[in-house]
């Protein structure tokens, strides 16, 4: 019989889905002895699945939770076949990316402070924040207090399947998508021609997975080439943005950004990226959402289902990631 383990905190309601004649374990936070599982469903947190991994035995499966998986790796034997959770995490993610975008062109952060405030004498603030952006220095009639997306040139750099859910978002918004990606393909550059890309690009979207490839991918040199005032969104993980290059372009007045991730994280209390300029942080929580648990344990039921029948398995991380 197949011995799946789960993690301690997954409801048994979600062991319906699950297909007849197998055995489910739930694995607690801390195991005290060994405990035998052909296939484990690892927890999402990190610490937790660290903690787990040295007293499981008999795994030929890891099972992630998440779309990334560049933590998990290093737990995982060669010989244990890891697959990873893309796809559950399409729908949050993106809209999270949207909606960044979207609160930076139109000042929310800003406009919050004012309304806590209780005074929107300060609203003209943003009009000069606008010009100090796009270095102009005539001051418009009337005042610019807020921009469009409309006709904007968002690069999504990492067009996989989370990179297709926000460009589906966007495009009602009449936007232009450039859409890049480790290699080109029909209507997809590749990751090379990222620096030719940038100058023209008004928002660019990362959502690589974390690989020595893409650590510190946009560095001094990438954001000297971003157009001025652009905006970028960090939507992947934290080491992908190099973060004194990025503080220096932000506090330059160069662009603007948005990020869901940082490096390091959490950020220390008396890090400078809390009160950088131009730059609205969110607590790594692109992905988490009350759907989450219900599409993430429908797919690995669905991954089980699979390895009980021999037919190949879905997301398998494989070579390079």
């Known amino acids: 019989m ?3 383990g789960v993690p301690w905190w997954i409801d048994p309601v979600w062991f319906n889905l699950f297909p007849a004649g197998i055995e489910i374990a739930r694995i607690e936070a801390k195991p005290e002895e060994t405990i035998e599982v052909e296939f484990w469903i690892v927890p999402a947190y990190p610490k937790e699945a660290a903690q787990m991994a040295p007293h499981l035995s008999g795994v030929r499966v890891a099972q992630s939770l998440l779309a990334g998986v560049d933590w998990l790796q290093p737990l995982i034997p060669p010989h244990v076949t890891l697959c990873d959770a893309q796809g559950v995490h399409n729908i949050p993610t993106a809209e999270w990316a949207v909606s960044a975008i979207l609160a930076a062109l139109k000042y929310f952060p800003f406009y919050v402070d004012l309304q806590r405030a209780s005074d929107w004498r300060g609203r003209k603030e943003v009009d000069e924040r606008y010009r ?6 005539q001051r418009p009639i009337p005042p610019v207090l807020q921009e469009e997306l409309f006709g904007k040139r968002v690069m999504i750099v990492g067009y996989g399947a989370i990179g297709r859910a926000i460009e589906e978002r966007l495009v009602p918004f009449g936007v232009k998508i450039v859409r890049v990606a480790r290699a080109a393909r029909d209507g997809v550059k590749g990751v090379d021609r990222l620096l030719g890309l940038l100058p023209d690009a008004d928002v660019v979207v990362l959502i690589v997975p974390l690989t020595p490839e893409t650590t510190g991918m ?12 652009a905006l970028l969104v960090n939507a992947a993980r934290g080491p992908v943005v190099n973060t004194d290059a990025l503080l220096a372009a932000l506090e330059a007045g160069r662009i603007r950004a948005v990020v869901d991730v940082t ?3 959490p950020l220390p209390k008396e890090h400078p990226m809390w009160n950088a300029p131009n730059l609205f942080i969110t607590p790594h929580v692109a992905a988490s959402s009350p759907m989450f ?9 669905e ?12 997301n398998v991380v494989e070579g390079r990631y």
């Open 218 to 229: 946009i560095g001094e040199r990438e954001l000297a080439r971003m157009k001025q005032g």
């Open 132 to 137: 100090a952006l796009q270095r102009i220095e």
């Open 2 to 4: 197949l011995k799946v």
């Open 293 to 301: 648990l219900p599409r993430a344990m429908q797919f690995a039921a």
């Open 303 to 314: 991954q089980v289902a699979r390895y009980v029948k021999g037919e190949p398995l879905k």
């Open 263 to 265: 490096d390091p994280e």
